[in-house]
C-alpha cells in the first residue's frame, strides 16, 4: 500500500468519526397553521378549536394556532377563509349552519357554500332539546302538547336567535302537534333561560349543552332531545323519536372547511390528523361534557351529511317564508 493510499485511509476515517459526532439532523418543521373560528374567544367553538389546535401540532408537525374572526354567524370566518391559500395552511371550524341553513336564509352570500367550503372531516356533533320552566308545570311531552293544544295562544317558544336550527325545530314541532307555535328570539341562551325560568315563555328550543346544568338543578326541564338515542349526560331524558315524534329527530354538527382549490392530499392529512385525534380519549372527555360528540369521519362524509342536512331544512326555510335579510 502506497503512502498516499494509506493517507486517504486515514482521511476517511477522519470524516467517519466527526460525522458520527454531529448531532442527527431534525425535519424542518413546518410554518404554523391556522384554525379560523368564525366565533368569540371562550365560547364552545373557540374551546374545541383549542383542544384540537393543542393535539393537530403534534399529529401535523407543525404548530397550529387558533383565530377568531367572529361576527355574522360564521360568514365573516368564511369570507377569511375563501381569501387564504389553498395549501393547507388554513382551515376552518364551522357550524352546519353555513351549508345547511344560510343559503336559504339570506338572499345574498358572499360565498358559495358548495364551491367555497371544501369538507375536511365532521368534528362533532349535538343535540337540541325541548325545556319548560315555571309556567305551564308539566313533566312530560305529552303534558306539554296536552296544555298547547288546550292554550294555542300561549304555545309559545324561547330560541337564542331567528333562523337557526332550534328556530326551525320549532316550527316541525308546531306542525307535527297541530298547534301554530310562536317563536320569542333573544339575543342568546342566558336571557332566555332567565325568561324560561321565570314564566314568561311557555318552552324554549336550544342546544342541549346550553339547557343541562338548569336541567340538572331542577330550574327547567328538559321534556325530550332530537338525537337519535338518549344523552349521556342526562340519560332520563327521553328522545323524540321514542315519544312518538321522529320527524323532530337529527343533530347539529359542527366541521372543518378548507379554501377552495386545496389539493386532495392536503385534506387527507388534515382528515388523518383529525380523525385521530378525536379519537383520543382524552379529547373526547373534553368535548363530551360540553355536549358534542366527536365524529372525525372522511370528507366524503361530511359532504354527504351537508347534502343531506340541506335537504331536510330547505323546504322547512321556504314553507316559513323567513328571511334573514
Known amino acids: 500500500m502506497t503512502h498516499a493510499s494509506r493517507r486517504r485511509i486515514v482521511q476517511c476515517g477522519m470524516a467517519t468519526l466527526l460525522a458520527a459526532a454531529l448531532p442527527v439532523p431534525v425535519l424542518a418543521q413546518e410554518a404554523p397553521a391556522r384554525i379560523l373560528v368564525g366565533f368569540p374567544a371562550g365560547g364552545s367553538f373557540d374551546t374545541i378549536a383549542r383542544v384540537l389546535a393543542d393535539k393537530l401540532k403534534v399529529e401535523l408537525n407543525r404548530p397550529v394556532v387558533v383565530e377568531n374572526r ?36 339570506f338572499r345574498k352570500l358572499s360565498y358559495d357554500p358548495v ?133 323532530i329527530s337529527g343533530v347539529g354538527f359542527n366541521a372543518m372547511y378548507a379554501p377552495a382549490g386545496t389539493p386532495a392530499p392536503v385534506v387527507e392529512r388534515w382528515n388523518k390528523a383529525l380523525a385521530k385525534v378525536l379519537a383520543m380519549p382524552d379529547v373526547r372527555e373534553r368535548l363530551v361534557p360540553m355536549g358534542f360528540t366527536p365524529v372525525g369521519q372522511s370528507a366524503q362524509e361530511l359532504a354527504a351529511r351537508g347534502d343531506a342536512s340541506a335537504k331536510r331544512w330547505a323546504p322547512v326555510i321556504a314553507a316559513s317564508g323567513f328571511v334573514a335579510d
Not at 217 to 241: C, E, H, M, N, Y
Open 70 to 105: 367572529a361576527g355574522a354567524g360564521g360568514r365573516i370566518a368564511v369570507d377569511v377563509l375563501k381569501s387564504s391559500p389553498a395549501d393547507g395552511s388554513t382551515v376552518m371550524l364551522g357550524p352546519d349552519a353555513l351549508r345547511s341553513l344560510y343559503p336559504y336564509t
Open 115 to 247: 364551491r367555497d367550503l371544501v369538507p375536511v372531516a365532521t368534528v362533532s356533533e349535538f343535540a337540541f332539546g325541548l325545556a319548560v320552566g315555571s309556567s305551564p308545570k308539566v313533566d312530560t311531552l305529552a303534558d306539554y302538547v296536552a296544555w298547547a293544544k288546550r292554550n294555542a295562544d300561549r304555545a309559545n317558544y324561547g330560541i337564542p336567535a331567528r333562523g337557526a336550527p332550534h328556530h326551525f325545530y320549532g316550527i316541525v314541532l308546531g306542525d307535527a302537534i297541530g298547534v301554530k307555535m310562536v317563536d320569542v328570539p333573544f339575543q342568546g341562551s342566558a336571557p332566555m333561560l332567565t325568561a324560561l325560568m321565570g314564566g314568561h315563555i311557555s318552552a324554549s328550543i336550544d342546544v342541549l349543552s346550553s339547557l343541562t346544568e338548569q336541567h340538572r338543578a331542577g330550574k327547567i326541564r328538559v321534556l325530550a332531545v332530537t338525537s337519535p338515542q338518549r344523552d349521556p349526560q342526562l340519560p332520563d331524558v327521553p328522545t323524540f323519536a321514542e315519544l312518538g315524534y321522529a320527524g
